[in-house]
């Protein structure tokens, strides 16, 4: 089999508190493929993720991407290769028109002139934003706030979408919206959620962590139908879903 888009070995770290959040997490996650990673508060996602970037260093094991070892002196390269969006768009979009915000990534890796356009329109055009271009963010809706936040990663053409609660504070129409979107787009995904129904519906394999361990991998349908797993992980499915509804559908 090919290299693993995202190859993590035997990570664990303790905050500088001593916090011991993650014990040995091994995860493989193959090109093109969409992952969930489902755990409840506390177990250790957030951690898992500010280590694909390099936020936060292996205190042991390893993470690659694309077999480049996430390190200080690979950073740059490394935050091309994996896309993080946050849940909160804000925190991404701080540029006085939607153009900047998606230029800036590109911008920085040395893209100019019509091929910066370029590299815009088509991150904008892939979460249906282009006539959104010259707006200022601050006057967009949460939800487009969300698609250009999404945008701006895509621009630098990752290797991996990490994505953080993408469907938390959306309609129902911009939720959907927004899976049509990701269900369309041919990176590798990784997606950090609470919102179970998202999970079935997009990934179809999913990981679970729990107290900085993983506790299942497996099909999506096949981890949310596990109800001895679920209860012992704090994992609910919001009343009157049943999984079971979407055999042969989730994931597609
Ligand atoms: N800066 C920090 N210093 C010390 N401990 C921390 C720090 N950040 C997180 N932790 C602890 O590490 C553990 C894992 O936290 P983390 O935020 O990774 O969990 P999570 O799975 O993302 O949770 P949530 O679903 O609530 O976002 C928790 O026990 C948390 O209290």
């Known amino acids: 089999m090919s290299t693993p888009v995202l190859q993590v070995e035997g990570l664990a770290y303790a905050y500088p508190d001593g916090h011991q959040a993650l014990f040995g997490v091994d995860l493989h996650v193959h090109q093109g493929e969409r992952v969930a990673l489902l755990g409840p508060n506390g177990a250790g996602k957030t951690t898992l993720v500010l280590h694909l970037n390099g936020i936060l260093e292996a205190g042991a094991g390893s993470v690659s991407v694309s077999g480049l070892p996430v390190t200080k002196g690979n950073v740059r390269e490394i935050r091309r290769r994996v896309g993080v969006v946050f849940q909160d768009p804000d925190d991404q979009l701080f540029m006085p028109t939607v153009r900047d915000d998606v230029a800036f990534g590109p911008a920085n890796l040395g893209l100019r002139g019509a091929e910066l356009d370029t590299a815009v329109h088509a991150a904008l055009e892939q979460v249906g934003m282009v006539e959104f271009i010259d707006r200022p963010p601050h006057h967009l809706s949460f939800g487009q706030?969300?698609?250009?936040?999404?945008a701006t990663v895509l621009a630098m053409q990752p290797e991996i979408l990490v994505l953080d609660e993408p469907s938390s504070n959306l309609d129902p129409a911009s939720r959907r919206e927004l899976a049509d979107i990701l269900r369309g787009l041919e990176v590798t995904v990784l997606m950090v959620t609470h919102?179970?129904?998202?999970?079935?519906?997009?990934?179809?394999?999913s990981v679970v962590l729990s107290d900085g361990v993983i506790v299942a991998d497996g099909t999506t349908y096949d981890v949310l139908t596990d109800d001895t797993l679920m209860s012992a992980h704090r994992l609910e499915l919001p009343f009157g879903f049943d999984p079971r509804s979407m055999r042969g559908l989730a994931g597609r």
Do not use: F, K, M, N
């Open 195 to 205: 919102d179970l129904p998202y999970a079935l519906e997009l990934c179809p394999r």
């Open 145 to 150: 706030r969300r698609r250009v936040a999404v």
